[in-house]
């Protein structure tokens, strides 16, 4: 992967992370970001809808929506170890014939992916720098629905992107986390053809569903 645009995702995004993020989910179920998340685009009606989920970590977005009437699901994330914890779980409860895992930058993948009904973000805008192209190809993919969680756009959320990312650097690590202009991101989505049907915002994080209007179309 080395023309990621996520560089240092192997050493933050690590196996042990990952085996951690896992136990909590089983554990504790999805957060509350996540939760709020899949609720909106539970309300929208998925029976029977693909979805697409893109820096899925350990899969909680297609084994939520799948629980909840999907039928089919992508994850793709830049993580090994993620994509490896994601696929044994999927395989652990008998799903490998209704998910499939990517081990990859989606952006350079996305060419190769099929469209789906509900395309999900959560929390891969703040990991990626170039934000217009990555909300591109999210758009290009969503046929129905695209729902985020990313960072609001305030002082405080990238003074604490600041302190992050100067830990970081200090030990001499790739990763960056990123506060994107909201505005842009915005006219990004509605250009593309769609309008916010949901937001809920707390201290630090975001939760956004946009919908797809009924006059502008999708690849196929």
Known sequence: MADCECPGHSNVFSDRTAEADLRRYLREGPDRSTRILTDAIRAEG????SVLDIGGGVGVIPLELLAA??????????????VAVAR?????????????????????????????????LVRA????????ALIGRSTEHARRMIGLVYPRDTWWSRWGAGSINLGYRL?????????H????????IRGAGFERRFLHQ????????YVRLPSVGAQP
């Not at 998910?99 to 930058?105: A, K, P, Q, W």
Request: proline share 6%; with cysteine.
């Open 69 to 82: 009437g999907a039928a089919t699901a992508r994850s793709v994330d830049a993580s090994p170890a993620f």
């Open 181 to 188: 202009a909201e505005r842009e991101m915005d006219a990004l």
């Open 46 to 49: 998925i029976t029977n809808a």
């Open 171 to 179: 030990v001499r690590d790739r990763f960056r986390f990123y506060v």
């Open 125 to 132: 805008v703040c990991c990626y720098g170039p934000m217009p």
């Open 88 to 120: 044994r779980e999927t395989e652990r409860r008998g799903l490998a014939d209704r998910i499939v895992h990517h081990e990859g930058d989606f952006v350079a993948l996305s060419p190769s992916l099929p469209a789906a009904d509900v395309v999900t």
């Open 202 to 209: 707390g201290l630090f994080w975001q939760i956004a569903l």
